[in-house]
């Protein structure tokens, strides 16, 4: 199936640092969207974007989605404890039903 | 609104032995799906459906069936489990396929 390669996989951050994930595809991507999972629970939607270029912030998040449609970052700073989790990215391919691709995920832990 | 519900939470299941994972939303969004959660592979779509009456196969489909009656239900069933269903369970639903999705609790389910 198709692929979105996520990296980081892991982070260990001391609380106040900024933070930095991103997400690559050979695949155009019509929609990226960026998820939050804390233990025990489903992803939550961070932010969702929609146009090649567009850089879209929630409070200390900002993601971009790449000129290419090819790629997506997420950063998050002056990080927290409760930023705790595992981030993943998704994305609708273009010309697809629509359906989402998950990345592998990026576990962050934070160091009060 | 309750959101999307899933019942059970934990479940164990011997080889061989069927069950029905239940999915339901009050927010009367078409589309519904189910993903599984394995370590290390972030989530991979296993049925969808995009109104009462219509489903389809996803990523990883083998194994599990999915009916959609009501636009309020979508449960997935394991005819015969096998040590490889162990994983966790997502469902999720969004008013179509192009918009956000939103995620269940999840089942984490143990087959021995």
């Known amino acids: 199936g198709q692929q979105l390669n996520q990296s980081p996989q892991s982070m260990f951050i001391q609380e106040g640092e900024d933070v930095s994930m991103n997400c690559t595809s050979s695949?155009?991507?019509?929609?990226w969207l960026w998820y939050k999972q804390e233990p025990g629970e489903g992803p939550v939607l961070l932010i969702a974007l929609y146009k090649a270029g567009e850089l879209t912030s929630n409070g200390r998040l900002t993601a971009q989605f790449g000129i290419t449609r090819k790629d997506s970052f997420l950063n998050i700073s002056a990080s927290i404890p409760s930023d705790v989790g595992i981030y993943f990215c998704?994305?609708?391919?273009?010309?697809?039903?629509?359906?989402?691709?998950f990345g592998k995920g990026t576990k962050l832990s934070v160091k009060p | 609104n309750a959101g999307v519900t899933q019942t059970p939470k934990f479940q164990v299941l011997k080889t061989g032995q069927s069950m029905t994972l239940q999915c339901a939303q009050d927010m009367n969004h078409e589309y519904m799906s189910w993903y599984r959660q394995d370590p290390g592979m972030g989530l991979r779509l296993i049925h969808y459906s995009v109104g009462a009456g219509i489903t389809d196969q996803g990523e990883v489909p083998n194994g599990y069936n999915v009916s959609r009656s009501t636009t309020e239900d979508f449960p997935l069933r394991l005819l015969s489990a096998a040590p490889s269903q162990t994983s966790v369970y997502f469902c999720a639903s969004s008013y179509s396929v192009a918009d956000t999705q939103y995620f269940g609790p999840g089942t984490r389910l143990t087959v021995l």
């Open positions: 998704a994305g609708q391919l273009r010309g697809s039903q629509g359906n989402l691709i």
């Open positions: 695949s155009i991507f019509n929609t």
